[in-house]
């Protein structure tokens, strides 16, 4: 059983930054995509950004293009969100995703298989 544990988000000003970080409980992240989503109440969890196994390969949804950067430590298990700029429609609770896969990555929520438990960010205008 994968387990990913989020960790960093709270309440900023609009303009400024947060940084959130997901652990995955497993023995290596080589061949594990991942990903980060958010979901506000009442609508449907957003797709946010991908990292593939390669880490050569991101994703970003057009909304956070240029202003959040994914990244991955494969030594730490360990995924990033790196968040500048942040908007008020940013507020949202964010959750870590994985797949063990080497297929190429689909940005929405059924394709990846382990969840973590989300994150609240919550960004004041």
């Known amino acids: 059983q994968v387990q990913l544990v989020e960790s960093g988000g709270g309440l900023v000003q609009a303009g400024n930054s947060l940084r959130l970080s997901c652990v995955a409980s497993l023995r290596t992240l080589s061949s594990v995509t991942m990903a980060w989503f958010r979901q506000t109440p009442g609508k449907e969890r957003e797709f946010v950004a991908a990292?593939?196994?390669?880490?050569?390969?991101?994703y970003y949804a057009d909304s956070v293009k240029g202003r959040f950067i994914i990244d991955r430590d494969n030594a730490k298990n360990t995924v990033y969100l790196q968040m500048n700029s942040l908007k008020p429609e940013d507020t949202a609770v964010y959750y870590c995703?994985?797949?063990?896969?080497?297929?190429?990555?689909?940005?929405?929520?059924?394709?990846?298989?382990?969840w973590g438990q989300g994150t609240q960010v919550t960004v004041s205008s």
């Open positions: 995703a994985a797949k063990i896969s080497l297929a190429p990555m689909e940005a929405r929520p059924s394709w990846f298989d382990y």
């Open positions: 990292v593939g196994w390669s880490k050569y390969s991101s």
